[in-house]
């Protein structure tokens, strides 16, 4: 699999072609141009995943490509080469919506480097639209994520979707079990039916039966009427019991009575009445502890678990975080009509550094404060600030800090190897570092 698709542009015909040769050997699919006019036709006809652009050429130059390429396409990264060092032409650049911008002679490695980040990020951003379409199309029922965990319990759902059996949804607190259970119901010849979703937790033991099977007129005090519980308004579709381990052991021997003969009594009433529906069942855990304890009914387990879903818990596919959080930012962004914010490769790696102990979950909810700006963990370095109150040596200043930042980074925290990086003596960087505060900040990442 190619390391990604660049287009370059360079009017030098010798480097255009050096540094094409270069990043093919370490993997790159590449179309080199010595005309932008060219270039940008191009990027109109396919989709590069990177545009790489020297800003000094005759004619039309790499601020005019990046300004035309924003307008078209502005899903497509462009990163600005320049041989004059001119900070000030690089914080417009940034502000009129460049990827990066790297001064000639780059160093190689920290090409790569921004060149991997600008693959990673583009295709993060078509794959959460991808996943955004297929959550538009599915009513919302879409199990989000790429890990190979995450594909074999996509595969296992549809095998079993339009299977006519009872399901155990096992999974931790915040995984999705109740996703995945519409998810199943979704897919299933069921689908056109209702779903029902009861919360065994929630749900108070004097009240169970009336609501879950409903009453005759007269069955108790204030019963005016007849009422359908919500097994029979589930007629034709899907019942979803969650937490079911919370469920008291009476109720457990009725829930096993509907599970073998599909039929229910209402409250007050001496007749069975048929229902047809699918029990999906969710549990934390696979309630061995629970039967053990003697809280939870062997036999209910058993019909209940002849087919069981587990969902992985987040810290057991961390490759699936980054389109989470980008995916759960991007529709908390369109839902209060904020704009996009961009995510870094560093507030990515941070994020899979976390535990994340209450799962997905946990995780929606830092992305949807991150969308609007309110997260302070996973807010406060998401590149230099170009906004349009600061004044130039605060953007300036603002620049300089992110790249020194991101080369310590890079270089593990090794401040010579940064330095070096930066083409600038070890202590200037030193210097740099303590009149611009980044010591105390980086070891609060």
Known sequence: M???RILL????????????????????????????????????RED????????????????????????????????????????TLAVKAMKQGAEDFIEKPYDADHLLSILDKAVEKRRMKREIGRLQGLVREGGGAEIVGDSPAIRDLRNRVRTLADVDIDVLIIGETGTGKELVARSLHRQSRRSAGPFVAINCAALPESIFESEVFGHAKGAFTGA?????????HAAGGTVFLDEIESMPLALQAKILRVLQERTIERLGENRLRPVDIRIVAAAKSDLSGEIAAGR????????????????????????????????????????YGRAERSISADLMARLRQEDWRGNVRELKAHAERF???LNEAFSGDEGPSTGDAASLPEQLAAYEADLIR???EESEG????????????????????????????????
């Open 296 to 335: 939870f009914r062997e036999d209910l387990f058993y019909r209940l678990a002849t087919v069981d879903v587990r969902i992985p818990p987040l810290r057991n596919r961390k490759e699936d975080i980054g389109l989470l959080f980008g995916h759960f930012a991007s529709l908390a962004a369109h839902r």
């Open 371 to 373: 969308a609007l700006g």
């Open 2 to 4: 190619s390391r990604g």
């Open 406 to 408: 991101r080369a310590i």
């Open 224 to 232: 005016l009427s007849d009422r359908e519980g919500k097994f029979e």
């Open 9 to 44: 542009v360079d009017d030098d015909g010798d480097l255009l072609k050096a540094a094409a040769d270069w990043l093919e050997v370490s993997g790159f699919t590449v179309s080199a141009f010595p005309r932008p006019e060219e270039a940008y036709q191009q990027v109109m």
């Open 414 to 445: 090794n401040t010579a190897k940064a330095a070096a990086r930066l083409g600038i003596p070890h202590r200037t960087l030193n210097e740099k570092i303590a009149r611009l505060g980044l010591r105390q900040r980086r070891t609060e990442l």
């Open 48 to 87: 590069p995943d990177v545009v790489v652009t020297d800003i000094r050429m005759p004619g039309v130059d790499g601020m005019t490509l990046l300004n035309s390429i924003v307008r078209q396409r502005s899903d497509v990264p462009v990163i600005l080469m320049t041989a004059h060092g001119d900070v």
